[in-house]
């Protein structure tokens, strides 16, 4: 059985930092891409980042980039999303989510796996 823990969320104020990871299990994802979706109450899910199996490519939410990072450890099936300079607007449930596809994506329909979410709350 694949799963998807996320860890990390939490009530930060606005400045602040959060660090987010993610563990896989019951497959290995080191030859597919994996990304962070979040979703605010009363919002439909959004696209926040990727990451390519190697790491060599990234891609972000244009609100995003410049103050959230992600990177992955494949030795240990786990994806990390560091995000520095939280906003109120970035406050949302956090998801991971993982391709088996093998080349990059963006798409939301192309994430077969997703893990519970984590809460992550800036305040002003």
């Known amino acids: 059985q694949v799963q998807l823990v996320e860890s990390g969320g939490g009530l930060v104020q606005a400045g602040g930092s959060l660090r987010l990871s993610c563990a896989a299990s019951?497959?290995?994802?080191?030859?597919?891409?994996m990304g962070w979706f979040r979703q605010a109450p009363g919002k439909e899910r959004e696209f926040v980042a990727a990451i390519s199996w190697g790491g060599a490519s990234t891609y972000y939410l244009d609100s995003v980039k410049g103050r959230f990072t992600i990177s992955r450890d494949n030795a240990k099936n786990t994806v990390y999303l560091q995000m520095n300079s939280l906003k109120p607007e970035d406050t949302a449930v956090y998801y991971c989510a993982a391709s088996t596809l093998k080349t990059f994506t963006l798409k939301y329909n192309d994430y077969d796996y997703w893990g519970q979410g984590t809460q992550v709350t800036v305040s002003s």
């Open positions: 019951g497959r290995t994802f080191s030859r597919n891409p």
